[in-house]
């Protein structure tokens, strides 16, 4: 053991008493035991905060025999800090290769994620280069190369269009579940598809419904018409192409995780539209997954039109509640994809969800959901709902008539 420390100890002078000057270019060569990296550079977009948000991954290689703590990361927005993560803040937020959980530390030799949010006011200048300084600490290294500072994981933002979208769903009292910046399970969903790692899911979001009584169900929990949700319209958010659709395939019992789903039906009966809009250049799609059993009213090539009924909402493929997994995406796959923002063009805020535990109570006991309203009624337009709202969207059509 204690030769096996020695050891150790004698790698880190190697690695981090050598810098070298490079004869040619005269660069100071500094050790990097944490090798930073940004695969997907930010889409800047503004959430329904009326921020600017810049969402993205900084991808983290310890690429050394000793476990790294990471002790801040500084985020630098054309050479300033623009955000600073202390130790607690990146407990929260780095996610080693493969785990759902979150840790401050890299183990020798591991690889993790750690899921950044930088949050500008809206109208602020996106910097046109970041970097990151991160401040580590390396237990195993002699006292003198503990503290380690380190700059990389520069990226430019991506300045894309964003998609300009419709709502997918009409009416009131939807709850944007599991969505941007802070939640988990789909901004988290790192995935590896095709030998790639993709995070498709990055701004997906589960909708589903309250009734009158605030419940997203009464009656029997594992009854479908019980649901709030089941059997809602699914809507076209923009004119588009229908690229792929899956029907037929059985409802879910909900309240039950369902068993053996394969990868090619964990999304359910579900169609991808690949939405016309010029500016995007042909390379943004729209997925809605879970969609009732034979409700799928649309077939690959049509062209549809902003509005227009896709199907209703079900509870099939990897669900254990009815509700509409709604996404847009740089690939026309579920998958293997780049998750991308966009912006809906009209909806009110009438309340907040104080945090996913709440909602995940009100799922699992169909009792009121605990929420805090809003006066008066915040009136959004072209931004992304974020996590945990209880939102409104324009009735249909054919309801406002009545
Ligand atoms: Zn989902």
């Given at each position: 053991?204690?030769?096996?420390?020695?050891?150790?100890?004698?790698l880190?002078?190697a690695?981090?008493?050598?810098?070298?000057?490079?004869?040619?270019?005269?660069?100071k060569?500094?050790?990097?035991p944490?090798?930073?990296s940004?695969?997907?550079?930010?889409?800047?977009?503004?959430?329904?905060?009326?921020?600017?948000?810049?969402?993205?991954?900084l991808?983290?290689?310890?690429?050394s025999?000793?476990?790294i703590?990471?002790?801040?990361v500084?985020?630098?927005g054309?050479?300033?800090v623009i955000?600073?993560?202390d130790?607690?803040?990146?407990?929260?937020?780095?996610?080693?290769?493969?785990?759902?959980?979150s840790?401050?530390?890299l183990?020798?030799?591991?690889?993790?994620?750690?899921?950044?949010?930088?949050?500008l006011?809206?109208?602020?200048?996106?910097?046109?280069?970041?970097?990151?300084?991160v401040?580590t600490?390396i237990a195993?290294?002699?006292?003198?190369f503990?503290n380690?500072?380190?700059?990389?994981?520069?990226?430019t933002?991506?300045?894309?269009a964003?998609?300009?979208?419709?709502p997918?769903?009409?009416?009131?009292?939807?709850?944007?579940?599991?969505?941007?910046?802070d939640s988990?399970?789909?901004?988290r969903a790192a995935?590896?598809?095709?030998?790639?790692?993709?995070?498709?899911q990055?701004?997906?979001?589960?909708?589903?419904?309250?009734?009158?009584?605030?419940?997203i169900?009464?009656g029997?929990?594992?009854?479908?018409e019980?649901?709030?949700?089941?059997?809602k319209?699914?809507?076209?958010?923009?004119?588009?192409?229908?690229?792929?659709?899956i029907?037929?395939?059985?409802?879910?019992t909900?309240?039950?995780y369902p068993?053996?789903?394969?990868?090619?039906?964990?999304?359910?009966?579900?169609?991808?539209l690949?939405?016309d809009?010029p500016?995007?250049?042909?390379h943004?799609?729209?997925?809605?997954?879970?969609?009732?059993?034979?409700?799928?009213r649309?077939h690959?090539g049509d062209?549809?039109?902003?509005g227009?009924?896709?199907?209703?909402?079900?509870?099939?493929?990897?669900?254990?509640?009815p509700h509409?997994?709604f996404?847009?995406?740089?690939?026309?796959?579920?998958?293997?994809?780049?998750?991308?923002?966009y912006?809906?063009?009209?909806?009110q805020?009438?309340?907040?969800?104080?945090?996913?535990a709440?909602?995940?109570?009100?799922?699992?006991?169909?009792?009121?959901?605990?929420?805090?309203?809003?006066?008066?009624l915040?009136?959004v337009e072209?931004?992304?709902?974020?996590?945990?709202?209880?939102?409104s969207?324009?009735?249909l059509?054919?309801?406002?008539?009545?």
């Amino acid at each position: 053991m204690r030769r096996h420390t020695h050891l150790c100890g004698a790698l880190f002078v190697a690695l981090l008493t050598l810098s070298f000057t490079h004869p040619l270019a005269h660069a100071k060569e500094n050790p990097t035991p944490l090798i930073l990296s940004v695969q997907n550079p930010p889409v800047p977009f503004i959430g329904s905060d009326g921020n600017t948000h810049l969402v993205y991954e900084l991808w983290m290689l310890n690429f050394s025999s000793g476990d790294i703590a990471v002790k801040s990361v500084e985020i630098l927005g054309d050479g300033k800090v623009i955000t600073t993560l202390d130790s607690a803040a990146i407990a929260t937020r780095l996610q080693p290769a493969g785990l759902r959980t979150s840790t401050g530390s890299l183990s020798k030799s591991t690889q993790a994620l750690l899921f950044i949010d930088v949050t500008l006011p809206g109208g602020a200048a996106v910097p046109h280069q970041l970097s990151h300084r991160v401040t580590t600490f390396i237990a195993a290294a002699p006292p003198a190369f503990q503290n380690l500072i380190e700059t990389g994981g520069d990226t430019t933002p991506h300045q894309r269009a964003i998609a300009a979208i419709h709502p997918p769903l009409a009416g009131n009292n939807y709850i944007s579940a599991d969505s941007c910046c802070d939640s988990v399970r789909h901004m988290r969903a790192a995935i590896g598809v095709n030998d790639h790692v993709w995070l498709a899911q990055r701004y997906a979001v589960d909708w589903e419904q309250l009734d009158s009584q605030n419940r997203i169900y009464s009656g029997p929990r594992e009854k479908l018409e019980s649901y709030t949700i089941f059997g809602k319209p699914v809507l076209a958010v923009a004119d588009g192409t229908v690229v792929s659709t899956i029907d037929g395939l059985p409802e879910q019992t909900p309240g039950k995780y369902p068993q053996g789903i394969s990868l090619d039906e964990a999304d359910g009966n579900s169609v991808i539209l690949r939405l016309d809009d010029p500016a995007l250049g042909g390379h943004t799609f729209a997925l809605y997954a879970h969609m009732q059993t034979g409700s799928v009213r649309v077939h690959v090539g049509d062209k549809v039109h902003i509005g227009q009924v896709l199907g209703l909402v079900g509870d099939t493929g990897n669900s254990i509640v009815p509700h509409l997994h709604f996404q847009v995406m740089a690939e026309p796959s579920s998958l293997s994809a780049n998750g991308l923002p966009y912006a809906i063009d009209s909806f009110q805020i009438t309340a907040a969800v104080p945090d996913t535990a709440a909602f995940d109570k009100a799922e699992t006991d169909g009792s009121p959901i605990a929420n805090r309203a809003i006066h008066p009624l915040r009136h959004v337009e072209n931004a992304l709902p974020l996590d945990q709202l209880i939102i409104s969207f324009p009735a249909l059509p054919s309801e406002r008539m009545k």
